[in-house]
C-alpha cells in the first residue's frame, strides 16, 4: 500500500520556523521526483517546492524562495524515503494545508504541476499568526 505521511504543522508567530516531513512508504520512492503543495481556504493547491530523485536539484515558488529549503533522506533502513520542508521566516500568508507528493516520472518545467504527481498525502496544517 503506497503511502505519504506528513507531519510537523501547527501554529507558530510570524517570523518563526517549522520542518515538515514526509515519509513515503509502500515502494520505492527513492527514483520519484517529490513536491510540497498547499493550499489555503478558498484558493487553489499551489506549487510550493519540488525536489528531484536524487536530490541534486530543488525547485520554489517565488513566494518562499530564500525561506524555504526542501530536502530528501533516500531510503532509510526500513526501505522509508523522507522529504522534508525547512520552513523559515514565516509570514500570515504562509497558512495553509501542506501537501506532499509523488511523482514517478517528472521533469524540470513539471515540478510546479500538481496534474504531473501520482500519489497524494492527506496534509498538515501551518498556521501563521501575526
Known amino acids: 500500500q503506497v503511502q505519504l505521511a506528513e507531519s510537523g504543522g501547527g501554529l507558530v508567530q510570524a517570523g518563526g520556523s517549522l520542518r515538515l516531513s514526509c515519509v513515503a512508504s509502500g515502494r520505492t520512492f527513492r527514483t520519484y521526483g517529490m513536491g510540497w503543495f498547499r493550499q489555503a481556504p478558498g484558493k487553489e493547491r499551489e506549487f510550493v517546492a519540488g525536489i528531484s530523485w536524487s536530490g541534486g536539484s530543488t525547485y520554489y515558488s517565488d513566494q518562499v524562495k530564500g525561506r524555504f529549503v526542501i530536502s530528501r533522506d533516500n531510503a532509510n533502513n526500513n526501505g522509508e524515503n523522507t522529504v522534508y520542508l525547512q520552513m523559515n521566516t514565516l509570514k500570515p500568508d504562509d497558512t495553509a494545508v501542506y501537501f506532499c507528493?509523488?511523482?514517478?516520472?517528472?521533469?524540470?518545467?513539471?515540478?510546479?504541476?500538481?496534474?504531473?504527481?501520482?500519489?497524494w498525502g492527506q496534509g498538515t496544517q501551518v498556521t501563521v499568526s501575526a
Open positions: 507528493s509523488a511523482a514517478r516520472l517528472i521533469t524540470p518545467p513539471y515540478y510546479s504541476d500538481p496534474t504531473h504527481y501520482d500519489y
